[in-house]
Antibody, heavy 119, light 107 residues
Framework: EVQLVESGGGLVQPGGSLRLSCAAS????????MHWVRQAPGKGLVCVSR????????TYADSVKGRFTISRDNAKNTLYLQMNSLRAEDTAVYYC????????????WGQGTLVTVSS | DIQMTQSPSTLSASVGDRVTITCRAS??????LAWYQQKPGKAPKVLIY???TLHSGVPSRFSGSGSGTEFTLTISSLQPEDFATYYC?????????FGQGTKLEIK
């Protein structure tokens, strides 16, 4: 079964840091672009970052550029999102998602991990 | 960046109804559009990709159409499990972007 399981969310103060992890199983992890997508409480979905199969190419939304770093460890089948200088507006459920078909739609998604930035 | 606009934002309907949700892109995206269903507290699930291709395991009452900038998702006969929020997503260019969502409610 293809599965993604996120971890690492929690409560952090403004200006703090957090690292999210996404453990993948059931597919050849290194063959897929992987993404982080977030959803603020009661709001819609926003793409945050993506990384290609071997980790050599990354892209970020303008809102997180310079603060967040996406990475992957293909030996461990794990995707990461290092989040620094966190702001209240970063509060959201963070999902990891596999890009299917190499074309840009997402399947599957992880269950999500909640990040709350508050003092 | 490409902006995606869905309409309506909320839709009230009854079991058995046929419903249509519209998604418009701010620029041409060919057929690079997906539709997702999200239930409260759960991750989104893909229904349709490449504008009209039904994902494996998705009931045939769901269908998608369109190309360029205008797209539709149709549910031919609503079932109780279909009441959820639906999102369109363009993947023509990154940052991939989603519509604001359409909440399908029971009338």
């Amino acid at each position: 079964e293809v599965q993604l399981v996120e971890s690492g969310g929690g409560l952090v103060q403004p200006g703090g840091s957090l690292r999210l992890s996404c453990a993948a199983s059931g597919f050849i992890f290194s063959s897929h672009w992987m993404h982080w997508v977030r959803q603020a409480p009661g709001k819609g979905l926003v793409c945050v970052s993506r990384i290609n199969g071997d980790g050599s190419s990354t892209t970020y939304a303008d809102s997180v550029k310079g603060r967040f770093t996406i990475s992957r460890d293909n030996a461990k089948n794990t995707l990461y999102l290092q989040m620094n200088s966190l702001r209240a507006e970063d509060t959201a459920v963070y999902y990891c998602a596999r890009e299917s078909d190499g074309s840009g739609w997402f399947d599957p998604w992880g269950q999500g991990t909640l990040v709350t930035v508050s003092s | 960046d490409i902006q995606m606009t869905q309409s309506p934002s909320t839709l009230s309907a009854s079991v058995g109804d046929r419903v249509t949700i519209t998604c418009r892109a701010s620029q041409i995206i060919s057929i690079w559009l997906a539709w997702y269903q999200q239930k409260p507290g759960k991750a989104p699930k893909v229904l349709i990709y490449k504008a009209s291709t039904l994902h494996s395991g998705v009931p045939s009452r769901f269908s998608g159409s369109g190309s360029g900038t205008e797209f539709t998702l149709t549910i031919s006969s609503l079932q109780p499990e279909d009441f959820a929020t639906y999102y369109c997503q363009q993947y023509n260019s990154y940052p991939y972007s989603f519509g604001q969502g359409t909440k399908l409610e029971i009338k």
